[in-house]
């Protein structure tokens, strides 16, 4: 899959334009080049990429759900969770730059339609949605000194609080002219020199013999489309280290993301109590991503049915070791298909998910407690592998599940 960033949301400025990147198979920037409007965009994909799969990172709003709003769900959680105010990217917004569906339409005019999202298994084109403010508020944090904070509230109060310095000309205030603009970006780049899997030596050679606005302006459109690229190829090649905030169908976010982060953005949502599935809906959920079978041969009246599900591809989490529980509000998604959680009572899942084959497996059945928890079976085993209330993060994968649902 050939990953490519372009910048779309800035107002085109003398020596801006939108900037274009595509990488190599290694990361690193294997073309670039400045492009004035949204039919050459597309062109230059199409040039660039040929009959092979792509993922294009773009920093406009893609998907936009069709209820009329100013602003859609996956902005409230980054204004409320990271301490960061988002343009709306709802219907009604005054959204400036290239919107996400006039973008796909064009790209499906040139011969490469695509889907609104990444596609993980790496067969069909897609569109990344991310955000080069949020992702360099999130690599200079994770590459910083203030990320090992041991006290968690104040960890949260010290990212929320961080903030790159602005180097784009629209950015800035009138006063400020060229040089602070080219001062200011060199700083950002040099900051993030030692960040693996973002190539920054184009935006270091744009850099250099830099004499006027249009030639700084034209750096930072650069260093933003790399941005995006590599951001992208990130949640490709590891999922671990991004995050995928929001959802397909309400908009969401791709951004680099350690675990603090990945916590930090985890937000808590009431569960639906007293429903269960009807073995038809949770077929039509599960059925692609995993093999179904009932483990009771009869319906019993007032029992709810039981359903198996094996993964053809695990679904991988990440969880806050707290106590002697599995909390699921402080499990974290990663990679394969999600879990529908009404009416889940069981879990086989095996620590690390890495695949190794030698990995524990370990079960864990759902707990009584009124918020979502499972607790280990038997607890012995699972403190022989994982010290109780360390309050580290853990990776698993999950290699069958059983379901609840309504009789048939």
């Known amino acids: ?42 062109a230059t994909v199409a040039e660039w990429v040929g009959d092979e799969p792509y993922l294009l990172g773009v920093d406009i ?120 603009q080219a001062v200011t970006l060199e700083l950002v780049v ?32 650069l260093f933003d489309a790399i941005l995006i690229a590599a951001t992208s190829r990130r949640y490709l090649e590891a999922p671990e280290r991004s995050l995928f905030l929001g959802d397909k169908a309400s908009g969401y976010l791709i951004l680099p993301a350690d675990g603090f982060i990945r916590r930090l953005a985890t937000t808590e949502k009431k569960a639906t109590r007293g429903e269960l599935f009807p073995q038809e809906s949770l077929r039509d959920m599960l059925g692609a991503a995993a093999r179904l079978r009932s483990l009771d041969l009869l319906d019993v009246p007032g029992k709810p049915h039981r359903i198996d599900a094996s993964f053809e591809e695990p679904p991988c989490y990440e969880f806050d070791n707290l106590d002697e529980m599995l909390w699921w509000k402080h499990c974290r998604h990663l990679s ?30 759902r707990s009584r407690h009124r918020t979502l928890s499972f607790r280990f079976d038997a607890p012995a085993t699972w403190r022989a592998h994982v010290p109780t209330r360390d309050g580290h993060t853990y990776g698993f994968r999950v290699e069958r599940a059983v379901y609840d649902t309504l009789p048939g």
Request: with cysteine; hydrophobic share 40%.
């Open 1 to 42: 899959m050939r990953v490519l960033g372009v910048e779309l949301a800035r107002r085109v400025v003398p020596g801006g334009g939108h900037n274009l990147v595509l990488l190599d198979d290694g990361g690193s920037v294997q073309r670039h080049t400045r492009l004035d409007h949204l039919p050459a965009v597309a």
């Open 61 to 180: 709003s893609v998907v936009v759900p069709a209820k009329p709003a100013r602003s859609r769900p996956v902005e409230s959680v980054v204004r409320r969770n990271f301490g960061y105010r988002l343009p709306g990217g709802g219907r009604t917004s005054a959204q400036t730059g290239v919107p996400g569906e006039a973008l796909m339409a064009g790209l499906a005019t040139a011969g490469l339609p695509c889907l609104p999202y990444p596609d993980r298994d790496r067969r069909r084109s897609g569109l990344a949605e991310t955000r080069t403010e949020l992702i360099l508020k999130c690599l200079l944090w994770e590459s910083g000194s203030l990320a090992s904070t041991p006290d968690r509230l104040a960890g949260a109060d010290l990212f929320r609080a961080y903030a790159a310095p602005a180097y784009r000309r629209e950015d800035l205030p009138a006063r400020r002219g060229w040089a602070d």
């Open 190 to 221: 040099r900051a993030l020199e030692h960040v693996g899997g973002y190539d920054l030596a184009p935006a270091r050679a744009a850099l250099r013999g830099i004499t006027g606005e249009a030639d700084t302006e034209r750096a930072a459109a």
């Open 336 to 365: 394969g298909p999600k879990l529908p959680t009404r009416g889940l009572r069981e879990l086989l899942v095996v620590l690390g998910g890495n695949g190794d084959r030698d990995a524990p497996r370990l079960r864990l059945v």
